[in-house]
């Protein structure tokens, strides 16, 4: 009996830990957009002023940027909300380097990130290619690629290297490196902002489940679609169809931290949790993993302390009226979760009551 107690003790104690550990969502609240008529409101997606927005982030004076996916174009978002397109007039094409960002043009972007001297590099993806942007003078040139899909530049500088369906950039904690999706070369591309080398820090090239434990740079991937780096230099890579998130440790070793690599839904301990075809990540001020689920329409979290999954919002969860379609873009900012509700066409702000 007194074993019992104990076993019951251990197990209620681990699972209020495991609870407690877990960010819980206080307040939503829309940046851009309405509830809509699903959801007991009055708004429909094509109110809104956005075409499939799919990436956010911030520059060093709190103002939003927001990239968009099917229009082409990027929008500034002061205090009151109001987008302000800076660049890109909605065709699909390859133009403006060396000039004025209100002449530049894009195709297919999925996300950005934004430096502390307020460059922003933008993963312009379908012309596979790393693009840069001085905010502050307001002109753009490339990175890294050339427009061209292909693998190539490790050890090299960005001019001479080639992405294939770049989908993804983020900036390490520092902010002195740069790390790429680079999907069909199932790779993890880095470039050294000091010295402007390229290097893969992930993946063979071949496609498959990498074994955990094994080095990452002499591994598969499935398909590498984000890549988000927290405090301790643990890159974490989100694989869309391998319905999975994989950790590469700061000695270079791979594994599989949350999904069981079999599309579903499912909260609690990490394996055997279940993603849908998720798309993007951020990681909070506690090194949680923030991941925008796609197919299941809705937004988790991992918790490496835990080592458990649990959904933020969504499928009832946070606000039980709120129907996301298809998220995408998601970012932390002073504590705070954005979200690009992408399919809906709007944006909203998640708070958390404090830990």
Known sequence: MFRLFLGVLFSVGFAALSLAAQPVVSNVEFVV???????????????????????????????MYVVELEGGRIFRLGQDHTPVQISGDGSRSYKGDGGKIAKATY???????????????????????????????GTIRTLAGNGKAGFSGDGKGGEDAQFDYLMC?????????????????????????????????????KRGVPKDGA????????????????????????????HALRKVDSQGRIETVAGTGEKGFKDGAALESQLASPKHICIDAEDRVIIADDANAAI???????????????????????????????????GTLYVCDTSNNRIFKVSFAAE
């Open 33 to 63: 957009g309405d509830l809509l008529k699903v959801e007991g409101g009055s708004a429909t997606p094509s109110s809104f002023p956005f075409n499939r927005p799919f990436g956010i982030d911030f520059d060093s004076a709190g103002m």
């Open 107 to 137: 195709n297919g972007m999925h996300n950005l990130a934004i430096d502390s001297k307020d460059r922003a590099y933008i993963a312009d993806s379908f012309n596979h290619c790393l693009r840069e942007i001085d905010l502050k003078a």
């Open 169 to 205: 950039v983020s900036l390490n904690p520092a902010g002195d490196a740069l790390f790429i999706a680079d999907l069909k070369n199932s790779r993890i591309r880095k470039i050294d902002l000091k010295t402007g080398l390229t290097s893969t820090v992930a993946g063979n090239g």
């Open 215 to 242: 080095k990452a740079t002499e591994s598969p991937l499935v398909d590498p679609r984000a890549v988000a780096v927290d405090s301790k230099d643990n890159i974490y890579i989100l694989e869309r169809g391998g």
């Open 300 to 334: 988790r979290c991992y918790d490496p302390k835990t080592k458990t999954v649990s959904t933020l919002l969504g499928r009832g969860f946070g606000k039980k009226e709120l129907k996301l379609n298809q998220p995408h873009g998601v970012t932390i900012q002073d």
